[in-house]
């Protein structure tokens, strides 16, 4: 074998959703057979014993602590195996990215042990929105770690995801992913880690990011599908930005937008489900367009979004970084310790919405900074924190 030829091969299709078989239909076990055979199968993961288990216990809290638990968990499996074999019980996932099949609870069944210790931090009733809501996300870099905050928490069964871009190595200091998975279009590799968690999720991919031509159909579904339920932005094209807004003002729809800021969030939250006079970023980068802001060359771009960030904001080490796009580093730096704030934050607001609860309509800032630093909040440190931002914005000639 000539190596050098064969790492040359391509690496096929992208594979993003896993095939869901139920053993107790003869079809089913057709095709498994014919995977196992064709050694498309190379892993088999079964805990499915485990999984009944905790059904069970759930099913049962009362009786988890009791001597006789065993007795009653053996006899609800000898109960089911007197029906059918385990083996053709529930149902098996087959990954075939990862030539991997799982046993797994059926659907709700398995949604029930998944989120079984969320309760009562989360009620039913509030659960049941929240994996049923149809959730739309652009952008998958701080994108990523909110729909993944989100899927662990049992929210989003279905998905829109739009992103244009491929993962890069730089990517993961801040996109939990291994390296296998360089080179995939982020709205695959996304795809791929919502599939691992919940197999039974339901996963739209628009790989070639939003524009006027689909968004649209981003919003409102496909051939009458379901239409978003709320809107989360995390892409950096402004104009693009714009363009969710005026879709979310159409349809009366949220936008909850984070941005990392060194260590810390910047929340914005923009209620057109509520009021559809809301002004577009809550009027902070003032009166804009799309044609004005698709204009913008890469310094207006940043001048906008310092705009909109607002100098006082940006912290300290963030400006000094921002000068330097460019000159000594390739782009604006961002951690990853951020984007998982940001996606606990994002996951936090959009429950809420979703729900119908009071939460905050405008900006919230969450820094580690200033609860973390000492003498943060110090006249001093406010002294030195202003006299830079005013520097800051003279530079940008805001």
């Known amino acids: 074998m000539d190596i050098a030829e064969f790492l ?5 299709a992208h594979d993003t959703k896993p095939i869901i078989f139920d053993l107790s239909v003869e079809a089913d076990r057709t ?8 050694h498309a199968i190379q892993h088999i993961s079964d805990d499915y014993l485990e999984q009944l288990k905790e059904y069970f216990q759930i099913q049962n809290p009362s009786k988890v602590y009791t001597p006789e638990f065993l007795t009653l968990f053996e006899a609800y499996i000898k109960n089911i195996e007197s029906q059918t074999p385990l083996w053709q019980h529930g149902r098996w996932a087959y990954f075939p990215w990862n030539s991997t099949i799982v046993h797994v609870l059926e659907d709700d069944s398995f949604q029930q042990v998944r989120t079984a210790r969320n309760k009562n931090l989360i009620t039913a009733g509030e659960q049941s929105k929240y994996y049923n ?5 652009a952008g998958q870099s701080v994108g990523h770690a909110v729909v993944m905050a989100i899927v662990l928490q049992g929210g989003g069964k279905h998905w829109r995801i739009a992103d244009h871009d491929a993962l890069a190595l730089s990517n993961t200091n801040r996109i939990r992913v291994g390296v296998d998975n360089l080179g995939l279009p982020k709205t695959v590799m996304t795809s791929r880690q919502i599939y691992q968690t919940n197999p039974y999720a339901v996963v739209e991919l628009f790989a070639d990011g939003l524009n006027k031509k689909n968004i649209d159909v981003f919003f409102t579904g496909q051939s009458g599908g379901p239409k978003l339920d709320i809107i989360i932005d995390e892409i950096d094209n402004l104009a693009v930005k714009y363009l969710i807004r005026e879709q979310a003002k159409k349809n009366k729809l949220a936008v909850v937008m984070a941005a990392d800021n060194g260590d810390n969030a910047v929340i914005d939250i923009e209620r057109y489900d509520l009021d559809q006079n809301t002004p577009f ?6 009166e804009v367009n799309y044609e004005m802001l698709a204009g913008l060359d890469k310094f207006g771009i940043g001048k906008m979004i310092t705009k909109h960030v607002g100098p006082k904001n940006v912290t300290e080490r963030m400006q000094q970084s921002l000068v330097e796009v460019g000159k000594t580093i390739v782009s604006w730096p961002q951690l990853g310790g951020a984007a998982l704030v940001n ?5 936090y607001c959009v429950r809420k919405i979703l729900n119908g609860q009071p939460l905050e309509n405008n900006r919230v800032l969450i820094s580690l900074d200033e609860k973390l630093i000492p003498d943060y909040n110090s006249p001093e440190q406010i002294e030195k924190r ?5 520097d800051f914005r003279k530079m940008f000639g805001l």
Request: charged fraction near 15%; avoid cysteine; charge should be positive.
């Open 8 to 12: 040359k091969r391509p690496g096929g």
């Open 386 to 390: 202003t006299r830079i931002a005013d």
């Open 343 to 347: 996606g606990a934050a994002v996951a």
């Open 281 to 286: 970023f809550h009027g902070r980068m003032g």
């Open 31 to 38: 095709q498994v057979t014919v995977l196992a055979s064709t």
């Open 133 to 137: 809501a149809v959730i739309g996300i």
